[in-house]
């Protein structure tokens, strides 16, 4: 029987359950519960806490106890707001987990878009088997680097990223670039470097770091150089100065660096810097090395190569424009730093390649051994081009003004002459260097010949103490000379020198660079300035590395006022930009043809808006056209192994190079005489050098001037009748219009 909701019912019902207390109804209680099937006390919990009341005493009386309550409370961990997040904070990166196919970094199939790897193709049934996480994707260059690449750079890139990714030699993760000066070889590097730091085919970065080591003057270049390309999209660590403790801060802080988005990733160090601090950067891992100038690590037996060798890194860049400079067996040293291994050991290679080699390319070899030599040269090209890459300057004539080359041979003067022969018949160093006994003293004699042909100054101070091949020396000079004038009538080459200087300044708006291996020299260049009120700047040793950047671009500025930059080969051969010049004089040749390509490439560059004129200044019949003729063999032996360039002449047995002290003063030039050219009749040129020569081929295939009739440049045919003798002169592509 359904019970009644009748007031007068509630109340007896209420009486029953509670006799012992009394309860006035009322009318609105009902209400509250209408229209619910069970009243309030069903709802109740049997263990729920009856509430307290408000007056109760807190629970915390003690004020030591409170402040520690509360703090309890406080001190809770951080919890991160995500829901499902799993994973500490210092390895994974904040934010959520990107959804969907994982894809490159940058779109592969945008117009130009350079793409260094591109991942299999899969059909459908092997697309629904793979694993979506696991999918590698196209690595593609940075679009603000690839759209600039030219095409031989974006090869170079390629090749580059392939050497040391190990997809082009299994097991080996080095390369050469050995790309000829002014192609962009620092351009290509950092192409590579960005990529590598940004994106591989799983979707991360393929390193996290890297060290870019260079000679210390290039260290603010290529700071500027990331800055240039990349922008703010990295910092790069420049250590180009600072005390011992503050720069092993700055190393340990570098090398302590780790994870997928490292501050600084790149660290900039000279080759010195490195090896004094060597053992802080042994201490940790760096996914990329490269050596600028690498050719200074062709000694393996030297420090710095073995400090960089010692590193933890298989991947390594090495960058030189001249890797052979000397001999087969420093090419071995480079090659073996970033490939170990594919040539042999040292001995294995002297044995099998360098012996061979060298014995085919003697002028006196017979045909059993030339044969044998270029058998073995087909061999090494074909292991090395593995790991080098190389391109010759021809490409440039695409993109830059034409440059002609010029070797001048400048005949001595009447007191350089006489000086010459009395040295050579008094000094004792030069028999027993003919006698196949190279001494200390031998070897300052030719550097004492070879200042004597700058200029007798150089010399002077010996004359004065009567030193051994100068005794009685002082009577030859003219009367009252003295060092505080230059006197530029007393040499031969500072007589040449004068009038190009002049012509060049008088007839031109044309800026000079000119280069010298010695100070001294520097110091006359200096004094023949005041004397025809020249302005100059001078970049030699003892200036700082932040100095050298600012005269450098102060230079290059066409409004700059400056008409000479000073320089000496040893401190700014390399690297340097100097555009704002278009004419350069070598006036002293080096024994190594690489120093002077250096040095002769400073004008011949990016950025170079007209005809260039190279001046290669020589003392005819002299030590300094066999150091020529010995450049030449080099330059051969460099020319078949790194540009496979298998029809160089061979003009010079090692027998006839070793003649260094014969004075030959018959001549126009001892060179061509050399050559025995069938292209001259009775000293002139009577059939052109094939139409497909340009400046980077061998002198025979040169134009020979015995008279000034046959020279392009008009500042060196005014300038032939003050001491020229003979010229070399060549062209590195064809004439473009309105600039020779």
């Known amino acids: 029987m359904r019970r009644s909701r009748a007031p007068s019912q509630v109340a007896k019902r209420k009486q029953a359950d509670d006799s012992s207390e009394e309860e006035e109804w009322s009318p609105s209680q009902d209400k509250q519960t209408k229209g619910d099937s069970n009243s309030r006390e069903s709802y109740v919990a049997p263990f729920r806490k009856p509430l307290t009341q408000l007056t109760n005493p807190p629970l915390c009386v003690d004020s030591n106890q409170h402040e520690a309550f509360i703090q309890s409370i406080l001190s809770k961990p951080f919890k991160i707001p995500i829901q499902n997040y799993t994973g500490p904070l210092g390895i994974r990166a904040l934010g959520l987990k990107r959804a969907g196919v994982r894809r490159a970094l940058h779109d592969p199939f945008a117009e130009g878009a350079l793409v260094l790897y591109e991942p299999p193709t899969l059909n459908t049934q092997d697309m629904l088997k793979a694993d979506k996480e696991k999918m590698p994707v196209h690595v593609v260059v940075d679009p603000v680097l690839g759209i600039v690449l030219r095409p031989h750079q974006r090869e170079g890139v390629k090749f580059l990223w392939d050497c040391v990714t190990g997809r082009r030699i299994p097991d080996s993760y080095g390369c050469i670039m050995a790309d000829e000066m002014g192609l962009g070889k620092t351009l290509q590097c950092i192409a590579l470097l960005w990529t590598l730091l940004r994106q591989s085919p799983d979707c991360k970065p393929e390193i996290d770091k890297a060290i870019v080591v260079s000679p210390s003057s290039l260290v603010r270049n290529w700071c500027n150089e990331v800055g240039k390309w990349l922008g703010g999209r990295v910092t790069p660590v420049a250590i180009d100065g600072g005390s011992k403790e503050e720069i092993d801060r700055k190393l340990v802080s570098f090398m302590c660096q780790h994870g997928l988005r490292v501050p600084t990733p790149i660290l900039i160090i000279s080759y010195e810097t490195f090896r004094l601090h ?202 009252g000379y003295s060092l505080k004038s230059v006197e530029p009538q007393l040499s031969g080459k500072m007589l040449v020198l004068d009038y190009i200087l002049a012509m060049t300044r008088s007839t031109t708006s044309d800026k000079v660079v000119l280069v010298s291996n010695y100070t001294q020299t520097l110091d006359l260049f200096e004094k023949l300035c005041r004397c025809r009120s020249y302005l100059y700047v001078r970049l030699d040793g003892t200036m700082s590395i932040k100095k050298r950047a600012k005269i450098v671009e102060r230079f290059n500025t066409p409004s700059n006022p400056e008409f000479i930059f000073m320089l000496s080969s040893k401190a700014g051969g390399c690297g340097l930009n100097l555009i704002g010049a278009n004419r350069l004089v070598m006036f002293d040749p080096d024994w190594n043809p690489a120093n002077d390509e250096q040095a002769m490439a400073r004008v011949w560059r990016d950025g170079q808006l007209k005809t260039c004129y190279i001046y290669r200044l020589l003392s005819t019949g002299t030590i300094e056209e066999k150091i020529l003729q010995r450049q030449a063999h080099k330059k051969a032996l460099s020319s078949c192994v790194v540009d496979e360039e298998q029809d160089v002449e061979r003009h010079f047995s090692l027998g006839e190079l070793r003649e260094l002290f014969l004075l030959n003063e018959e001549t126009t030039s001892d060179t061509h005489d050399k050559f025995k050219c069938r292209r001259c009749v009775n000293g002139r040129q009577v059939r052109v050098p094939p139409e497909d020569s340009d400046c980077t081929g061998d002198l025979s295939q040169w134009h020979h001037c015995s008279d000034k009739r046959g020279l392009r440049d008009r500042v060196l045919q005014a300038s032939w009748d003050a001491a020229v003798s003979f010229v070399f002169h060549q062209r590195s592509h064809d004439d473009q219009k309105g600039l020779v």
Do not use: W
């Not at 300057?393 to 007191?415: A, G, H, N």
């Not at 027993?432 to 006994?437: D, N, R, S, V, Y």
């Not at 150089?458 to 009685?472: D, N, R, S, V, W």
């Open 278 to 479: 060597a053992e802080v950067l042994h201490k940790g891992k760096v996914g990329l090395i490269i050596c600028d100038e690498g050719h200074r690590l062709k000694n393996s037996d030297n420090q710095t190569y073995q400090a960089l060798n010692a590193m933890s890194s298989q991947r390594r860049v090495l960058i030189s424009g001249t890797p052979i400079q000397n001999d087969l067996l420093e090419y071995f040293s480079l090659v073996h730093f970033v490939s170990a291994g594919i040539l042999g050991t040292a001995q294995e290679f002297k044995k099998r390649f360098e012996l061979p080699i060298l014995k085919g390319r003697d002028a006196d070899a017979s045909d059993k051994d030339r044969q044998a030599g270029e058998e073995k040269l087909k061999e090494l090209i074909s292991v090395v081009n593995r790991c080098l890459i190389r391109r010759t300057s021809d490409i440039l004539s695409k993109y830059l003004p034409v440059k002609i080359e010029q070797v001048v041979c400048c005949r001595l003067t009447p007191l350089q002459s006489e000086l010459y022969k009395r040295f050579l018949m008094q000094a004792k160093p030069v028999e027993t260097l003919q006698e196949g006994k190279i001494s200390v003293s031998s070897l300052s004699s030719i550097t004492t010949l070879k200042k004597l042909c700058n200029h007798p100054a150089l010399i002077y101070e010996k004359c004065m103490e009567g030193a051994e091949g100068f005794e009685g020396a002082l009577d030859i000079f003219p009367a």
